[in-house]
């Protein structure tokens, strides 16, 4: 067991024995180091003027991600490489090509959200240097500018795309030196204490099963993206801390008699699960393009999403929908259980406090029709209003069984049952929807609040299962945005 | 590396913003990255927790007791006057005094070693309220008899009446346009420093140095010229900063001289979206009439304002409503009410456009609801309102200076409105889903202050013995440009390369009494009290080099970095340096006010406006009527700064103000609870547009053709304000595409914001 911990920062190593658990990335930068070019706009994972990039080890290799410093947990980069906007720079150690793009195309005005921005580009550019408009405005999902209307910065994007220079790019010339001081960096057990707070930092999964025997009651911490506002905005003490946010990252695909099983660590990111999404269930890959900005999904876990219970979290839906279920670790036993049965009610779930998510189960049933719906007040990077997921089989011409869960209609993600009901048995036509559409009124009593009335909840939850019908039935006008625009 | 810098300065040219460098590398300092004096501490503010209530007790003993903590001050311990109102109307406190008048006060400020410490202590404290009825909307505040915050305004030509009871067709209604919070990536902050005797220099995020500087010595007991106040840029300001700022220099002045340390105060987005105005939110009552032809013979309407607890700039925005009432339009007769109202909610406050665009707003719902009263293209009836030259606003100032019909048949023209007209509703006559609207919507937006004192400005100007140049005026950076407009202008006038001259902070100590940066016009401004300055010292140096050269006056030229004095070509060092040996003074204040302006606001007449801006834009939206969300797929503007002291710098403004606009009229929602709780207060709950909002496709123009008729510098228009309301195109495309779903062709209607749910809930209503 150690009680330090070791991380690169730009050009040098840091090893730090006092760290409390709520100690942010951001504040070690700005107060502790005085790096003061990675700024602080909301403190809540939102606008992105925080932006670094964290390069961490995986199976592939090391990679380096934008992520959000203001609610990334310090103790959380132990073993990686943090990159500022300080620490970057040409070969040569002029401006950077992203740099410069965005000096020609005029791309900064205030010039307060740009270094957040630059350091989400960086990662694009590296990431993916055939990056085009759309990619790069996904890339940009979490960073907002209220100065130029982007268009100035989408164009710098393509410009710096456009210049290429990757292989000579520090980070890549670096990179197998990097990865060699990363690697020795792990290993073991680190815990950490600052005054009478604690942060631990398991060496490996069976070793978190020993923390948290050892710390009940201990928080999981994995992305941080919902635990990191209880700390910056509601000055919650979530010692002692486990962060676990580098464990359980294995994936699993088996073929099955009706199509696949995808099993999936709950450490996986959105963003490492993304490749999968878009191979297995094409349906839901806008759908998971639209899970928080890009720099959330690089740090929020699958396993994070469903443990904190939130009735307005993304994945559970459509993984209800699925017929998804996961795997509770205590000690070295496990349970499985069918995911909806999780979320017993508002705030509550079926997880003793020593218990860990520790695999997501999704069989991917190749006869069912899949969708997964969201509707925002903002498109991208916002809360449902609604959410929801459809899995409809149909056998000759009969809907043999419908799977259908909504979030944000009730205190926990649930499924309508009344509505699956009056779809189950029924021809696959529009009268079956049409019922169902109604249905659904009796299955949940939505809340109104700042993102949604219940009039607004119900009368959309319905027009999905005719947006549903529509999709599959009438090709000849289009019935999605992304299908008319342009048109 | 390519340093912008490095260019030659000139006016009418794309050089890039004098801090891009400093932006794309992190190293452009705003103030919570100045380096900390030894000692500082930080002050935290706590909020009320009541939307109108007496303060019945005030238990500290928890946040003193708190690590760090070294204090709390109230109401009580302000050593001069406990107010930070900008027009004098003793309102608006600093700390709440016994009442508490909306939901997130400051009432008190906590003082800690860090600011975690303050912050966390703030949370301890216990303050008791004796719960008072509240009202937050206008009408309500109306018709629960909370009066005004401030003198309302009318504006009168005509007699409306009359030509309301003439007209062929008359249409009333009532619009609701939702406010909008500035959300400037750079938060509020102010970083204070005790001085000798009764001194203090602060640093802080503002539009409006002077104004800080007369708060903090009001609420310190001590005169202005004790108070030095400092800015060398802000992350965004778009008005916010123009007096919301005014409390946190104050708690942190008077912190510091209490504590004889260093204070900063920076609140966290929540306490920042909370405690400080927004743009106002407006219910707008109207009457129209009009002939059968679509032409508008009188208007009456009735705008009525949340203006919060306390008057700030209200009873200003307000007039600005009424100011842009008629946006584009001639208004035969007409009688336009304001209604400051006071409700129990933050003091509301400048926001680009000032009121402007809650007043044209309306005026495009005006030609909508005649355009679908008569099935006419709306863009027909806007064409025939349009003002020509010659005719009178409401407030009786001429328009001189029309250039709309001509940026109209451009725009028409470039972004093939008709065609593209017939295709929407070609497509929406399918039926189906998706429904398509189309709008191209004008701009005429008066420049000038309307409180005509506001409209004059200084600059200074040295030039070093090593001919480097020290360029400093009264306006502030807060990303618009500025600095490098004045500095283009500076460096035309020396004929010099831009990086010969260092643009440095705006201080108070060196050009005084200065206006706000803002109402567009701080370009119009400073750079004519820079170009005043950069003049007083050119014609110094010409008479220097005219008698030591022995050539005619008007034989010496500034070229390229030289003076050209009859056949001698010197470089400009050189003779920067020989003109300080024979003791030329080598600085000058420069000083501008604005010609021709005039406003009686008791008669409502006047020239309050000493040039109009102009523009237009073409907007076309795809809206799902299943759910309410939308696309905008295309948007074309044709804009007018005039000529162009910058292109690249005035398209960014254009654009950024488009996409500003365009959010407060789609996902920009402040929305309250019942206890009168902004419950939208932090980037998580109010969205303002991402990089995929803007429009698809998205062409910008410049009106490359347009030159000010008035004396301008260099022949430019002001440009921060007037595109913003561009963007009721897209609005005005929303609520076409809506009514499509209409079997009796009503119009929409749609209140602002059209967030998906207003659009969806419409939709369902249309249908119906």
Not at chain 1, 311 to 333: E, K, Q, W
Not at chain 2, 587 to 599: E, L, N, Q, V
Request: proline letters at 5%.
């Amino acid at each position: 067991m150690e009680h330090q911990m070791r991380f690169l920062l730009n050009g040098s190593e840091v090893a730090l024995t006092e760290v409390g658990p709520a100690d942010t990335l951001l504040d070690y930068l700005r107060l502790t180091r005085r790096l003061t070019g990675t700024k602080e706009g909301c403190a809540e994972g939102d606008c992105g003027a925080c932006t670094v990039l964290v390069g961490r080890l995986t199976p592939d290799g090391l990679i380096y991600e934008p992520v959000n410093a203001c609610i990334r947990f310090l103790a959380s980069v132990h073993g990686c490489h943090v990159v500022t906007i300080e620490g970057m720079s040409a070969p040569g150690g002029g401006l950077h090509a992203i740099q410069q793009a965005m000096i020609d195309h005029h791309g900064s005005q205030c010039g307060f959200c740009t270094p957040g921005i630059v350091m989400s580009l960086y990662g694009l550019w590296m990431a993916d240097p055939d990056a085009g408009p759309a990619r790069i405005e996904t890339a940009l999902q979490g960073n907002l500018c209220r100065c130029t209307g982007y268009e100035p910065i989408i164009k710098a994007a393509v410009a710096a795309m456009d210049a290429g220079g990757q292989t000579a790019d520090r980070l890549a010339v670096e990179r197998d030196r990097v990865a060699q001081q990363l690697r020795a960096m792990w290993g073991q057990r680190v815990t950490l204490e600052k005054q009478g707070q604690q942060a631990i930092i398991p060496a490996d999964s069976a070793d978190l099963a020993k923390v948290l025997a050892e710390y009940p009651g201990a928080r999981m911490i994995a992305g941080a993206t919902d635990v990191g506002l209880w700390v910056t905005k509601f000055l919650r003490d979530i010692s002692p801390a486990v962060f676990i946010g580098h464990l359980m990252k294995d994936i699993e695909i088996t073929d099955t008699a009706s199509g696949r099983e995808i099993r999936l660590g709950a450490g996986v990111t959105y963003t490492e699960a993304l490749p999968l999404i878009a191979r297995h269930l094409p349906a839901a890959r806008e759908y998971w393009l639209r899970i928080g900005g890009w720099q959330v999904r690089n740090m929020g876990t699958i396993g994070g999403n469903i443990a904190n219970g939130s009735p307005i979290g993304d994945t559970p839906p459509l993984l209800i929908a699925l017929g998804a279920r996961i795997v509770l670790r205590r000690g070295d036993n496990r349970r499985e259980i069918a995911i909806e049965d999780f979320f017993i009610d508002y705030g509550k779930q079926d997880r003793a406090a020593d218990e860990f998510v520790e695999t997501i189960v999704i069989p991917v049933d190749e006869n069912a029709q899949l969708a997964a719906y969201k509707i925002s007040k903002r498109r991208e990077s916002d809360i449902s209003s609604v959410a929801a997921g459809f899995a409809i089989t149909v056998d000759g011409g009969m809907i043999t069984d419908a799977r259908i869960a909504f979030g944000g209609m009730a205190g926990v993600p649930k499924r309508a049952t009344g509505a699956e009901a009056a779809l189950r048995g029924q021809p696959f036509a529009e009268a079956a929807f049409d019922a169902a559409a109604r249905a659904v009124a009796d299955d949940f009593t939505p809340l109104s609040d700042m993102r949604a009335s219940a009039e607004y909840r119900a009368t959309v939850a319905a027009n999905l299962f005719r947006r549903f019908w529509l999709e599959r039935s009438e090709p000849g006008l289009p019935v999605r945005l992304d299908q008319a625009v342009g048109a | 590396m390519k340093d912008a810098n490095q260019q030659l300065g000139h006016a009418h040219s794309s050089i890039p913003h004098d801090s891009a460098i400093k932006h794309v590398t992190g190293r452009a300092d705003y103030t919570d990255d100045l380096p900390e004096p030894q000692g500082l501490i930080h002050a935290y503010l706590g909020l009320s927790q009541c939307a109108h209530g007496k303060i019945t007790g005030m238990d500290f003993t928890d946040t003193l007791a708190s690590p760090g903590v070294l204090g709390v001050m109230t109401a009580a311990d302000l050593p001069g006057v406990n107010d930070v109102a900008p027009t004098g109307k003793n309102d608006d406190p600093v700390f709440a005094d016994g009442e508490v008048r909306y939901w997130g006060q400051p009432v008190f400020a906590v003082l800690a070693e860090t600011r975690d410490q303050a912050r966390r202590a703030a949370h301890k404290a216990r303050i008791d309220y004796d719960v008072l009825p509240h009202a937050l909307d206008p009408i309500e505040a109306r018709d629960a008899g909370m009066g005004y915050v401030t003198e309302p305004l009318t504006l009168k030509r005509g007699d409306a009446a009359a030509g309301l009871a003439a007209a062929p067709n008359r249409i009333s209604g009532r619009m609701r346009i939702g406010g909008q919070d500035h959300f400037y990536l750079e938060g509020q902050i102010a970083m204070a420093l005790p001085g000798e005797d009764d001194e203090v220099t602060i640093h802080v995020s503002t539009q409006h140095p002077t104004e800080v500087q007369h708060m903090v010595a009001h609420v310190l007991g001590v005169p202005a010229s004790a108070v030095v106040v400092n800015v060398r840029r802000m992350g965004g300001g778009f008005g916010g900063k123009e007096t919301q700022m005014n409390l946190f220099a104050c708690v942190a002045a008077v912190a510091a001289k209490r504590l004889g340390r260093a204070v900063k105060l920076r609140p966290d987005r929540d306490d920042d979206m909370t405690a400080t105005g927004k743009r106002h939110d407006f219910v707008v009552d109207y009457e129209v009439g009009f002939d059968d032809q679509g032409r508008i013979l009188a208007v009456s309407g009735d705008w009525y304002a949340r203006c919060g607890f306390s008057a700030d700039l209200s009873g200003a925005v307000t007039d600005r409503a009424l100011f842009h009432a008629d946006n584009a339009y001639f208004y035969p007769d007409v009688e336009l009410r304001s209604h400051p109202m006071r409700t129990n909610t933050v003091s509301n406050t400048a926001f680009r456009g000032f009121g402007g665009p809650q007043g044209v707003i309306v005026a495009e719902r005006i030609v909508e609801q005649i355009a679908y009263r008569l099935g006419l293209d709306p863009l027909q009836v806007r064409r025939a309102n349009l003002y020509r030259n010659g005719q009178l606003t409401p407030y009786h100032q001429e328009v001189t200076d029309q250039i709309l019909p001509r940026i109209l048949d451009e725009l028409e023209a470039s972004s093939d409105y008709h065609a593209r007209r017939q295709a929407v509703l070609d497509w929406n006559a399918r039926g189906g889903v998706i429904r398509k609207g189309i709008a191209l919507t004008p701009v005429k937006f008066g420049i000038s202050f309307t409180a005509t004192h506001f409209n004059q400005a200084g600059a200074l100007i040295h030039i070093y013995t090593d001919g480097s140049i020290h360029l400093n005026h009264g306006g502030t950076e807060m990303g618009q440009g500025l600095n490098t407009k004045v500095a283009q202008v500076v460096a035309e006038a020396f004929q010099v390369d831009l990086s010969r001259i260092k643009i440095t902070k705006t201080t108070t100590e060196k050009v005084p009494n200065t206006s706000a940066t803002a109402a567009s016009s701080g370009t119009d401004l400073n750079a004519m009290a820079a170009l005043n300055a950069a003049e007083q010292i050119r014609a110094r140096l010409v008479e220097f080099v005219a008698r030591t050269r022995e050539v005619a006056p008007a034989d010496v030229r500034f070229e390229a970095g030289h003076v050209i004095a009859g056949a001698d070509v010197i470089p400009f060092a050189e003779v920067i340096e020989a003109a300080y040996l024979d003791r030329i003074h080598l600085s000058a204040a420069g000083y501008y006010r604005t010609p021709d302006i005039h406003w009686d606001r008791k008669t409502g007449r006047g020239r309050p406006f000493y040039y109009y801006a102009y523009g237009a834009a073409v907007s076309e939206v795809s809206v799902d009527t299943l759910t309410g969300e939308y696309v905008i797929d295309r948007s074309d503007v044709l804009h007018d700064v005039g000529r162009s002291l910058n292109p690249a710098i005035d398209k960014g403004q254009v654009e950024g103000a488009f996409v500003q606009g365009a959010g407060w009229l789609t996902s920009e929602e402040l929305w309250w609870d019942d206890k009168g709780r902004l419950r939208t207060h932090a980037p998580s709950t109010y969205k303002i547009p991402l990089a995929s909002d803007r429009p698809r496709i998205f062409n910008v123009k410049l009106a490359e053709w347009s030159e000010n008729a008035e004396r301008t510098i260099k022949g430019s228009k002001a440009v921060g304000e007037p595109p913003f309301m561009l963007p009721i195109s897209v609005f005005e495309a929303i609520n076409m595409a809506v009514a499509s779903v209409s079997p009796t062709g009503q119009p929409a209607l749609l209140d602002a914001p059209a967030t998906p749910e207003r659009v969806l809930m419409a939709i369902e209503r249309l249908r119906r």
